[in-house]
């Protein structure tokens, strides 16, 4: 049997500090239609895919900060990606700022929702492993201010039925923690769609910054293999306002295999039939979690002293 | 500053079944002397090292089981190999077929231990992740009876103090699994000897086969990387006794690459010189536990249910 979900990984270039939603939109639609074009169910799009990626300044005024997050969603700027996706009958995923007010707290996370084709939200998760640092370190050649501006997403990794198969989510830097792929795939992940920012120069580790590209999918790879998913990695790529980010946005097979890849660092369309069966190769075999797995034994896993 | 371990991967070409521990040491005992001879401070040898990869049969009769293992660690068989390591002033370790008595219960296990300079024994480990089937299936072209053979390791992951640094043990099947890594990691550990006999054909999903070099490479890299710790994979490779099993032992560094790789399927040694302090340059940023992990929300991990 299988079970197919053909997927797109939508990688965008860079976005200017002073580019529109309205422009970022209109490419972010043009990509999509791409993806329906070629039969896509799904087209995933980066982290923070609305705007540039705002942590790399310090800024003092909040109401300067907050004009990079989105009060609601959708809302009128993404309006016409909702409606286009709706038209085509295409789900996707996005990445962005979410302003929002619980019990008249406001709150700020590193938001990425998966929309169906019918157009509603399906599923959202809030980064939990920000990167980065609190205080302005003007020593840096560009900030990383994600534990400034963010506060930590609140709640466990989670999974929603969607396109026929469970989908999970994560976002950049969750990709390095294999802590992320195991808590997805425990609660049942077939495919996880994960957007990155990423930087190619690392301030405080400046003489890894040629192993970039391979920590990417060093890490893709063994999420997908180690817990049998397809996993795809949508980038924001390219020298977005002086900062290099890396691309190569991927989809990998439950195998480890990297069965596609962009070959940009501008807006590019990946495609893929990934057949969501393949997953039991893994997962009833070499990593069948109830037969070899030993949970008993991990007692350093969780520990929070 | 830099803190060098010379670390040695002796990887061991196939054992016949009819090879005698004798033989075997011998064989140790000459990659040894080349290890010494090139200043290497610890030799890692295999899973299993002293015999053939014995779980490949099914054997009724438990006295011939018995026989692959070992009653007391050292015995006469392995004496002379302590014996030229006390005297080369060498570290190493060491896999074995552990028989024990415990309160009056007999136990075997599939063990490995660290033995330093002094030819004191400072750290042993009893496997935990059992690969493999405990009945007897006919079908299979060879058997992998681990799970009838040993009991699992009753113990978490551990490490020691050795050759000026803190070390940790897994074996074979326990590299595939990222909880391995991380249990060592979170309690300090800066390098990790992993020995394995792994066949090429896998029967439950023999169209994997090619990928099997690949999957252990990828496997031992990214619990490097994502641990930042030195992560060394030591082969019994070769046809043996009609199994074919893979090789490229390699030591991987905290970044995740392969700084040394063995190139054939026979007795190989590969050497590099470790800076432990390397360990720091992942800990102390991308991979700072402290700051970035999320343990509270790690949920599913540890559950039994």
């Known amino acids: 049997m299988a079970r197919y979900v053909v997927v797109g990984a939508a990688q965008l270039g860079p976005i200017a500090r002073s580019e529109t ?17 070629r039969q896509c169910d799904v087209v995933a799009f980066p982290e923070l895919a609305l705007t540039t ?6 800024m003092e005024d909040q109401a300067e900060v907050d004009a990079f997050f989105e009060k609601s969603m959708p809302n009128d700027d993404v309006a016409p990606l909702f409606a286009r996706a709706k038209e085509l009958k295409i789900g ?3 990445g962005y700022g979410e302003l929002t007010e619980i019990d ?30 609190p205080e302005h370190e003007p020593w840096r050649p560009f900030q990383h201010l994600e534990k400034r501006y963010f506060e930590p997403g609140p ?11 469970i989908f999970g989510q994560a976002i950049c830097n969750d990709r390095r923690w ?12 077939e495919m996880v769609l994960i957007g990155y920012n990423t930087p190619v120069h690392y301030p405080l580790a400046p003489e890894h910054d040629h192993l970039q590209n391979f ?17 795809v990695g949508i980038a924001k ?28 660092l501008s807006d590019e369309l990946i495609t893929y039939d990934c057949d969501l069966d393949r997953c039991k190769e893994i997962r009833e075999n070499i990593f069948n979690f109830r037969l070899h797995r030993r949970p008993e034994l991990y007692t350093a896993l969780t520990r929070t002293d």
Chains 1, 2 share one sequence.
């Open 92 to 94: 996707f995923s996005l």
């Open 215 to 231: 920590h990417n999918h060093l890490s893709l790879q063994a999420g997908a293999y180690q817990n049998g998913m397809w996993v």
């Open 104 to 133: 008249g707290v406001t709150h700020r996370y590193n938001t990425t929702i998966i929309v169906e084709k019918t157009g509603e939200i399906v599923h959202r998760y809030r980064k939990i492993h920000l990167p980065g640092h």
């Open 178 to 189: 294999p802590e992320t792929y195991r808590e997805l795939a425990l609660r049942g992940a």
């Open 53 to 58: 990626f705002f942590p790399r300044w310090f």
């Open 237 to 264: 790529a390219g020298k977005e306002e002086g900062c290099d980010l890396i691309g190569q946005s991927c989809i990998v097979a439950p195998t480890g295999e990297i069965v596609a890849m962009a070959g940009s």
């Open 21 to 37: 939603r309205a422009s970022v939109v209109e490419r972010m639609i043009a990509l999509m239609e791409k993806a329906a074009s």
């Open 155 to 165: 709640e466990p990794f989670s999974t929603a039925e969607a396109f026929g198969g």
